[in-house]
């Protein structure tokens, strides 16, 4: 005697309707000599990546320091690790500063294993990595 089981197929959902299109935000605050890109949402595939990259070569041509506050970066993945290396190198080509701020253990945990923690300064609250420019913390919304 045979007895079948039906399966329901999963209903798939277009990823259009389920999630926006860019699932990376960013906010920028400048003062003079330094400037904070806030992160926020998944720094995953290269549309978020590439904006990151966007957005910081825009500020360094009117900074020489930025630091990016990954405090609100839930995931990331290897088209973001390789972008905060793009902007490393972008940086570093025109004598300016990048420091990362306040990774989630997740996060601090691929930089690490990427060894990235060797390439940048890696501050675990915003507040130490602009500890030298406490006038531009004390007008962010941290």
């Known amino acids: 005697m045979s007895s079948s089981v039906c399966l329901q197929q999963p209903q798939f959902v277009p990823a259009f309707i389920k999630e926006p299109k860019l699932k990376l935000s960013l906010e920028v605050r400048e003062s003079r000599s330094l400037t904070i890109v806030y992160c926020k949402g998944r720094m995953v595939c290269r549309d978020e990546a ?21 405090s609100g970066v839930e995931s990331i993945d290897g088209a973001g690790l390789g972008e905060l290396v793009a902007v490393l190198n972008y940086a570093n080509a025109r004598g300016c500063m990048v420091k990362l701020a306040a990774p989630n253990r997740l996060v601090y945990s691929l930089l690490k294993i990427t060894k990235l923690t060797s390439l940048f300064e890696v501050h675990s609250t915003l507040g130490a990595a602009v500890a030298e420019q406490p006038a531009v913390l004390a007008s962010a919304q941290c």
Request: glycine letters at 0%; aromatic letters at 0%.
């Open 50 to 70: 590439n904006a990151l990259l966007d957005k910081v070569s825009d500020v360094l041509s009117r900074t020489r320091q930025v630091v990016i506050d990954l």
